[in-house]
């Protein structure tokens, strides 16, 4: 089952950044945490006011917050450069580009 309803924002609360269960602790300071190697349980004795799932829900909402899909990139995207009046794609025959 999903962690993820324990995720709250309020605009009135830590700058309108998600926290943990209307906590002001922000999922990003749990994700930090874990970053730097602190275990649940070193974690839960800092702070007792967060429970077990709130560890799982600052994980399962960073997940679904890097699950964005890919932009597709044009094979032109990658030659354009602001000084050009024209997109020109290199892949484009000579035959084909206006003269």
Not at 2 to 13: C, F, Y
Not at 52 to 77: F, K
Request: hydrophobic fraction near 30%.
């Amino acid at each position: 089952m999903s962690e993820t309803g324990r995720i709250t924002v309020d605009p009135a609360q830590c700058g309108g950044h998600p926290c943990l269960r209307g906590l002001r602790i922000r999922f990003k300071d749990v994700l930090d945490l874990l970053a730097t190697g602190a275990g649940r349980e070193e974690i839960l004795d800092d702070y007792p006011l967060l429970e077990e799932g709130d560890i799982t829900a600052a994980l399962e909402y960073a997940a679904r917050q890097s699950d964005h899909p890919a932009p597709r990139v044009a094979c032109c995207a990658s030659s354009w450069t602001p000084n050009r009046r024209r997109n020109r794609c290199s892949r484009r025959s000579k035959s084909s580009a206006p003269a």
